[in-house]
């Protein structure tokens, strides 16, 4: 049955069909409503939530139910994943599998609490220290919400590694029809955990190695996994790209504006598609170079400055020319807006002919 | 020959050969006269003849004990800096038959951790603290702790640690003996025999009260570092006991029962019925056809905070949502909201929404005169304009959109019920779209009202907004 649901909400409805055990968070707007959904619903299900005295806390608490073999997420915005950071690479240092919700608001500094795209450096790029990646996911929808949710456990788990639902204030705050089905999945066996008992006493968790050989396997171990997962689990989208003289790019709330951007410029003759990445890391590098090769020009839009703007540009690799327009400070970029600008960078490229 | 036979014996504890330890495997990184040596040894034994081995997990702290996963033949987890007790925690709670020892030194616990450490005692979380005060940061190489002494020289106190710069050093036991939640906090010293006989004791009871499921037990250890401190093992035992003690005092700080607490947790139930999927859903209704063909609708609301704004653009969305149509509700949030005015988007399509955000809305439901001159100019040519006044602002005018003024505040203060104004622009959007059927939107309010006198008024209500559209003469152009 579809039920009009909160983004914000749905993400706990993902989390608890994923078999999410634990749920450690502390408030901050725009993502409250994924604790305060959390403490509503996991304690009626077993299952552990704590506001936690911070997120360093958070994180760290996450880390330890991580260790124990839980499936466990937190969830916060812009200034709170900074504080994670340090957790977030020990997660991945020590190997743990984690969900961790980014709703990203106005930055830098305490900024604003309206939707922007700017953590998109901090976490596709890791943010943390030392040579590590988060898996990224980005909703587009509410549906989303729940269903990449899902996907990030599955992906943490089989990886084990953190893996982060890249949202914003808008996909957070708005409601939309969901679909549940009721398949609940569950965590795989994970032999590697402690759990204080006599099978797993001889298990550590740990991301110190003293010795630069030892800590170079182990890095490199890491590097080896990422490798493979880049080849696999990167996923996209497109939408009337088929026949697109110019390809628009955008994730998250931005890649819905583009769409009604797309049949917009349609309408004024060009013919625009639109390629949205769901996974930021892996970022779909490879279908985007496909999806590129006959276009003219790829216009890629962000609540930004222009950050996912760069593995656009490695992607395409110089093949076509690349442009950016962004919104920030809370202000989005609205279809009429995007497709003025697109027509004005037509206009100004030469090699058109337009 | 003598007449006595030295026995030495090893906790089974702790593994015989350290083999997680690149060199010299037999025996340990720590100095010689280090008083974390003593430590584990007291936790060793105890584990062992408690017999709690296999249950164990060890949570080993950054410092110089952050190997202590070499020795500890338990489950082992191994923290970020001072973030020891929050990994405890979820430890703890994630596996409650466990026995989780968080092992801390001065600069983790009472440092850079000094918020985790109060929060889990302060919670009562059921495991045990074991907090090694060496009045310096050991691994480091001897920078100031918290607990360094006052003239105590480290090599960021040169000159000795001076209140005036540094203030005093804390008194952790003595903090975490003021909180509700904890059972049992006491301070021991490594000095001499009989008060290593004294931290024995302490160790061991700290375990006990966990694995009675008791409560968070926290003993402080005054633990001498010969290495960093620049003396013999022997004189830094001397130290303990004549500069350590006196400014630490070895005491019982708390020992009780915990305090009754209330724990009234939620019924539980299966995720199935959790969510409302299988068959415990309620029934879905049934569309109702609608009067006029058309069913993509973009509109936007706006007024004051507490109009209801947010309201009855979730209602719309739940309507067109059982009518089988896609729909979206975006929200303005924030503080904007607070300083008084809220408006949202509601999409109802056939298709799936694109843009949730309303650029151009079909329909705009005006709540007050500043939504009314902020957002009427953006309604598409042939729109239709709500306004919730008798009159428009006689300054005010739109071009090529329709004009619908229903003083839908004032009917709803008619019905006794100035809260149902919305209810009352309801009433008129359904008049003037024939997009959304009135008896959806009764059977919406019905599932979501549970009290049959609200629903009666929000009835009243959209029937007079319905009523005055069908009344009022034909809108000005
Ligand atoms: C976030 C962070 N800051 C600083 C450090 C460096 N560091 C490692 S151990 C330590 C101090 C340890 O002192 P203490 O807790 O007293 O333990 P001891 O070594 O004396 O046993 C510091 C500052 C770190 N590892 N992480």
Not at chain 1, 168 to 180: K, S
Not at chain 2, 289 to 316: C, D, M, W, Y
């Amino acid at each position: 049955m579809r039920q009009l649901c909160k983004g914000n909400v749905a993400v706990i409805k993902g989390a608890v069909l994923a078999g999410c055990r634990a749920f450690y968070g502390y408030p901050i707007t725009p993502a409250s409503e994924i604790a305060e959904a959390a403490a509503q619903f996991l304690p009626q299900v077993g299952s552990t939530f704590l506001q936690a005295e911070s997120e360093v806390a958070a994180i760290n608490m996450a880390y330890g139910a991580a260790s124990a073999g839980l499936r466990v997420m937190t969830a916060s915005s812009g200034p709170g994943l900074s504080l994670m950071q340090e957790g977030i690479s020990y997660l991945a240092g020590a190997e743990l599998p984690c969900v961790i919700v980014d709703v990203v608001r106005g930055g830098p500094g305490l900024g604003d609490i309206a939707p922007e795209q700017s953590d998109y450096f901090a976490m596709v790029k890791g943010g943390g220290h030392g040579n590590y990646r988060n898996f990224v996911v980005a909703p587009a929808s509410v549906q989303e919400m729940a269903d990449l949710t899902m996907l990030a456990f599955e992906l943490a788990d089989r990886y084990r590694n953190p893996a982060i639902v890249l949202t914003d204030g808008f996909i957070g705050q708005m409601m939309e029809p969901l679909e549940l089905h009721p398949h609940i999945l569950h965590a795989p066996e994970k032999p590697w955990a402690v759990r204080g008992s006599r099978e797993t006493r001889g298990n550590l968790i740990t991301s110190i190695q003293l010795e630069p050989d030892v800590l170079e396997a182990h890095v490199r171990k890491l590097e080896a996994k990422y490798k493979q997962a880049a080849e696999v689990e990167a996923r996209h989208e497109l939408y009337r790209a088929d026949d697109a003289e110019v390809l628009l790019v955008g994730y998250g709330i931005t890649s819905r504006v583009l769409r009604a951007a797309v049949d917009l410029a349609r309408k004024r003759g060009v013919r625009a598609g639109l390629f949205r990445p769901i996974t930021l890391w892996p970022f779909p590098s490879q279908a985007l170079a496909q999806a590129a090769l006959y276009s003219q020009m790829v216009f890629v839009v962000e609540m930004s400055t222009g950050q996912m703007v760069e593995d656009v540009k490695l992607a395409l690799d110089g093949s076509v020319d690349v442009e950016f327009f962004g919104r920030v400070g809370g202000n989005v970029p609205l279809a009429e807006e995007i497709c003025d600008q697109l027509m004005t960078r037509m206009a100004m490229n030469v090699d058109w002919g337009v | 020959m003598s007449d006595y036979q030295v026995v030495q014996s090893k906790s089974p504890v702790f593994y015989n050969r350290y083999e997680r330890k690149s060199e010299l495997q037999h025996q340990t990184h720590y100095c010689s006269g280090c008083g974390h040596g003593i430590a584990h040894k007291l936790v060793a034994e105890a584990l062992s003849d408690m017999g709690l081995q296999d249950r164990t997990i060890f949570v080993s702290p950054v410092g110089c004990s952050v190997f202590a996963y070499y020795y500890f033949d338990v489950g082992n987890v191994q923290a970020a800096h001072g973030r020891t007790p929050a990994v405890a925690t979820a430890l703890k709670r994630a596996r409650p038959e466990s026995i989780v020892i968080a092992y801390q030194g001065d600069g983790d616990l009472a440092a850079i951790g000094t918020a985790e450490i109060l929060h889990a005692a302060n919670r009562g979380e059921k495991f045990t603290v074991f907090f090694v005060n060496n009045a310096i940061y050991g691994m480091t190489g001897g920078q100031m702790a918290p607990t360094t002494l006052v003239g105590q020289t480290s090599t960021t106190t040169p000159w000795g640690r001076r209140p005036s710069n540094e203030g005093f050093p804390l008194h952790m036991a003595e903090l975490i003996a003021t909180l509700e939640a904890p059972v049992y906090v006491e301070r021991v010293a490594l000095c001499d025999n009989k008060n290593i006989m004294r931290a024995r004791k302490a160790v061991r009871k700290a375990i006990e009260l966990q694995r009675d499921g008791v409560g968070f037990s926290f003993v402080e250890i005054l633990s001498p570092c010969p290495t960093i401190w620049k003396m013999t093992p022997n004189e830094a035992r001397q130290w303990v006991a004549d500069k350590m003690v006196p400014v630490f005092p070895v005491s019982v700080f708390r020992d009780r029962k915990p305090p009754a607490i209330e724990n009234g947790g939620p019924r539980q139930i299966s995720v199935i019925e959790l969510l409302g999927l299988g068959e415990f859903s309620p029934a879905v209704e049934e569309p109702v056809a609608p009067r006029s063909g058309r069913r993509n609708l973009t509109i936007k609301i706006a007024g004051f905070g507490g109009q209801g704004v947010l309201l009855l653009g979730q209602v719309l969305a739940e309507i067109g949502l059982r009518e089988g149509l896609e729909v979206s509700w975006l929200p303005s949030y924030g503080p904007e909201m607070r300083s008084g005015s809220a408006h949202c988007h509601v999409c109802l399509s056939t298709e799936p929404v694109g843009s949730p955000l309303v650029e151009h809305p079909d329909v705009l439901m005006a709540m007050n005169e500043i939504s009314l001159r902020k957002f009427a100019p953006q309604v598409v040519s042939g729109g239709v304009v709500i306004y919730n006044r008798d009159a428009l602002p006689a300054d005010f005018a739109v071009r090529q959109v329709r004009v619908s003024c229903v003083p839908a505040s004032e009917l709803a203060d008619q019905l006794g019920a100035a809260k149902a104004a919305n209810m009352v622009m309801l009433g008129a959007l359904i008049e003037l779209t024939h997009v959304l059927p009135r008896e959806q939107a009764l059977a919406v309010l019905e599932t979501t009202l549970h009290d049959g006198a609200l629903l009666e008024i929000d009835r009243r209500a959209i029937d007079a907004g319905i009523d005055f559209v069908r009344k009022a003469a034909v809108p000005a152009a």
